[in-house]
């Protein structure tokens, strides 16, 4: 028998839109472990997506399975709300998965919370930024966007191209290098470029869209990467501090050529699309640092860092404002003189011990990526030099024209009516606070190149919510279309990132709903995205996930992204809400 636990419905207008929900899956209420049933979803590409990727939620049968909770559960939950996009921060970076490489996701995100994040931000800016969420947690929450596309989407299947693997670049996360590590650290980036070339020429002979292929050539190459980056963080730990976050560097992507980039010209990029700033890196252009420098240079480091995150924030919460040269102005000026500042303390402090760089400061100018029409800088760029450039694709696309398209994701944007962000409790135990910087991802966005073995169902109907489908949901008229994601709830008690972004976390047993051996129970983060799409719409199989290319819209390639920049004391707070049952905001 269906039940009917509850609908979305908003309270209120403007940006900070309260938002209530009586929804519970499968009537649970405070439960906080489920179990679904998985179809498999589609596991090959098609020439287009078609309506047997719709299905009639009514024809979905209930696969939402309760788990009983323990005498020592942890039944409360604790809501945030950081609206819906409406500042309208969209980027086709994704800063979990693919940290590093601007675009990397080649399909558009929503993002909300954290104003300032990009693909290179650091923990430090983050910390810093503002955010979109009333109760001032800086964490990031994003997800692929929906749109919809009434054009005819009957054409054959493109040839993906040839594959080819993109990894973070080291070079942007390094400390400077003392001159006593400097030897050892090229050879370490010389390594990388290698594995990188090594696993180029293993891929080379793949036809189409290998999934063996494509796992065995990351899996190796994954185990060298981290071996190397391994050695590069000992040895610099050896001669001074040691880098933190080289774990998130380790796991790289496969693409494929013909989603390198936009043809016929540069792109129109839309005002509505948020820029980013580029600048040059000084990293990469440092000379040998002394010893007695080292501290003070990498202080300035970091400041460098920060000041782009500012910007960045800035590029947000301004859009809109002034004339055609406010950026420059009000934004790109600003942190030019800045970082010249900034750059000229660098050349200082190296040159009380050596010789004085005389070329820093002339990287004090940036530029936009994704320039809306104004706010450029000829001095700007990204860097050119360094020993590793990561396998970084030369041209992934940028979101252009009025919709913010990219290649294979057309169509208008669908804003999503309300955003639910939960964090919920464990079956069999109480909570632990989640440590601060916690990067988790749920779903999977290669299901088609890489296997559907992490891919989650998460597609329902208000109103139906005791079941979640692997295909797009065609809903009753009145019942909006949802996606519920669900977040691993287990933490192996040390990591804050993995070499797979994923094994550091872990979901609760399915039958039981306790953590595996060596892993704790976390607040599990639930995100709820609801959407009003028309019935005929629907009917006509005319809404679709951006994803990568070479997924094609595939519904089962649905996933979602969170880094946790939670204060400690409110992360406290929010454990204890949970641990003592209340329902709290």
């Not at 998965?97 to 104003?115: C, K, M, R, T």
């Not at 990894?167 to 400390?175: A, E, F, M, N």
């Not at 252009?285 to 400041?303: C, H, K, M, T």
């Not at 994923?502 to 607040?523: E, K, N, Q, Y």
Request: net charge negative.
């Amino acid at each position: 028998m269906r039940t009917h636990p509850g609908r979305f419905r908003s309270i209120g207008t403007g940006k900070a839109r309260a938002v209530t929900l009586s929804i519970a899956v499968a009537t649970l209420g405070a439960v906080a472990t489920v179990t679904v049933v998985s179809g498999g979803g589609r596991n090959t590409a098609a020439a287009e997506v078609g309506l047997d990727d719709f299905v009639s939620i009514q024809n979905v049968a209930p696969n939402v399975v309760a788990v009983p909770t323990g005498a020592n559960a942890s039944t409360g939950v604790f809501t945030v709300d950081c609206g819906v996009n409406e500042n309208g921060k969209f980027s086709s970076d994704n800063p979990v998965a693919q940290p590093g490489i601007s675009h990397g996701a080649e399909h558009l995100h929503d993002f909300v919370g954290n104003l300032a994040i990009t693909a290179d931000t650091s923990d430090e800016a983050l910390a810093a930024s503002d955010t979109t969420c009333r109760n001032g947690d800086r964490s990031s929450y994003f997800w692929p966007v929906v749109r919809i596309d009434r054009s005819v989407r009957d054409q054959a299947a493109a040839d993906p191209g040839p594959p080819a693997v993109a990894c973070p670049q080291v070079t942007d996360r390094l400390p400077s290098i003392p001159s006593t590590a400097v030897v050892e650290v090229r050879r370490g980036l010389i390594a990388l470029n290698e594995q990188i070339d090594e696993a180029n020429s293993r891929l080379a002979s793949s036809e189409g869209i290998d999934v063996d292929r494509n796992n065995e050539v990351l899996d190796w190459l994954r185990d060298r990467r981290a071996e190397t980056l391994k050695q590069l963080a000992n040895e610099l730990g050896r001669h001074g501090a040691r880098p933190t976050g080289m774990v998130s560097m380790v796991d790289c992507a496969v693409y494929y050529g013909s989603h390198a980039g936009h043809t016929g010209g540069a792109p129109t990029v839309s005002p509505l699309a948020t820029p980013t700033v580029s600048c040059p890196g000084v990293r990469e252009r440092l000379p040998v640092v002394p010893p007695q420098a080292s501290a003070e240079v990498d202080r300035n480091l970091d400041l460098l860092d920060r000041q782009i995150a500012e910007a960045n924030e800035r590029l947000v919460t301004t859009a809109g404002q002034g004339g055609p040269n406010f950026i420059d102005n009000a934004i790109l000026g600003p942190l030019r003189d800045k970082r010249f500042a900034t750059l000229d303390r660098i050349e200082i402090a190296i040159g009380r011990n050596a010789a004085r760089p005389t070329n820093l400061t002339q990287l004090a100018g940036c530029r936009l990526l994704g320039n809306p029409g104004g706010g450029s800088d000829a001095d700007g760029g990204d860097s050119g030099g360094g020993a590793d450039q990561g396998g970084e694709p030369a041209e992934l696309p940028v979101p252009s024209g009025p919709n913010l398209e990219l290649p294979g994701n057309t169509g208008e944007i669908v804003r999503p009516a309300q955003v639910l962000i939960e964090y919920r409790g464990n079956a069999t135990s109480k909570v632990t606070p989640m440590p601060r910087f916690l990067r988790a991802l749920t779903g999977d966005s290669k299901p088609i190149s890489r296997g559907p073995a992490n891919a989650r169902n998460s597609w329902t109907c208000s109103g139906f919510e005791d079941r979640l489908s692997d295909k797009y949901p065609i809903c009753p008229d009145g019942s909006q279309v949802l996606r519920v994601h669900d977040f691993p709830g287990c933490w192996d008690g040390k990591n804050i990132d993995s070499e797979n972004h994923r094994s550091h976390l872990s979901f609760p047993d399915a039958a039981t709903g306790a953590c595996p051996t060596g892993f704790v129970a976390i607040p599990q983060l639930r995100i709820t995205i609801a959407y009003d799409i028309p019935q005929d719409v629907q009917v006509n199989g005319q809404y679709l996930l951006d994803s990568f290319p070479e997924e094609d819209h595939n519904p089962f390639s649905d996933h979602n992204d969170f880094i946790n920049v939670n204060s400690e004391k409110q992360m406290r707070k929010i454990a204890k809400c949970i641990n003592i049952g209340r329902s709290c905001r």
